[in-house]
């Protein structure tokens, strides 16, 4: 996987930009969202430490089981369909958002797994087949692209400031 805080700072730096330049309407996607949209970004991988659990705490011979089923289209898709319910049906107005904001977040992640990466396995479990792109295993260069995220963070602050004038707040 790309670093943890990668997966979380893209995802809210796209969730961000989604609702300032394409929405447009700062508060159609609350911060709270965003915070959200972080967590769901990175919780396909929390079968690493369900992985450490199982082994070190439970004693349970688990073999190794990194990116399956959390790296298919399985989540996203199902969250999709949940948006599509809450939105059909729920009476609580926002409820689509929220399942609209963890499919967004899922996908953000395969997406970053998929080019960044290694192959991920995205109609897992009906195939093994894994797809990708692994841009940084070509590259070879970590360095790089850890300078690379920094620089999208520093950008992104920056515009941050310039939009909403952040320094008010600290
Ligand atoms: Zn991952």
Same mark, same amino acid.
């Given at each position: 996987?790309?670093?943890?805080?990668?997966?979380?700072?893209?995802?809210?730096?796209?969730?961000?930009?989604?609702?300032?330049?394409?929405?447009?309407?700062?508060?159609?996607?609350?911060? @709270?969202?965003?915070?959200?949209?972080?967590?769901?970004?990175?919780?396909?991988?929390?079968?690493?430490?369900?992985?450490?659990?199982?082994?070190?705490?439970?004693?349970?011979?688990?073999?190794?089981? @990194?990116?399956?089923?959390?790296?298919?289209? !399985?989540?996203?898709?199902?969250?999709?369909? !949940?948006?599509?319910?809450?939105?059909?049906?729920?009476?609580?107005?926002?409820?689509?958002?929220?399942?609209?904001?963890?499919?967004?977040?899922?996908?953000?992640?395969? !997406?970053?797994?998929?080019?960044?990466?290694?192959?991920?396995?995205?109609?897992?479990?009906?195939?093994?087949?894994?797809?990708g792109i692994n841009l940084l295993g070509?590259?070879?260069?970590?360095?790089?692209?850890?300078? !690379?995220?920094?620089?999208?963070?520093?950008?992104?602050?920056?515009?941050?400031?310039?939009? @909403?004038?952040?320094?008010?707040?600290?």
């Open positions: 996987m790309p670093q943890a805080v990668v997966h979380v700072i893209l995802t809210i730096i796209a969730l961000d930009l989604i609702r300032d330049y394409a929405i447009k309407k700062r508060k159609f996607i609350p911060l @709270h969202y965003l915070f959200l949209g972080g967590i769901f970004g990175l919780l396909p991988d929390a079968d690493i430490p369900v992985y450490w659990l199982a082994k070190n705490i439970l004693g349970y011979e688990a073999v190794w089981f @990194h990116r399956t089923i959390t790296h298919s289209l !399985l989540f996203p898709f199902a969250a999709i369909l !949940l948006a599509a319910l809450a939105f059909s049906f729920a009476r609580k107005k926002r409820l689509w958002l929220f399942f609209a904001v963890m499919a967004f977040g899922f996908s953000m992640h395969l !997406l970053l797994d998929g080019i960044l990466t290694g192959y991920i396995p995205l109609f897992y479990p009906f195939s093994e087949a894994r797809f070509r590259i070879g260069w970590p360095a790089i692209v850890e300078g !690379l995220e920094a620089v999208i963070l520093l950008i992104w602050l920056y515009d941050l400031d310039r939009r @909403h004038r952040l320094r008010d707040y600290l």
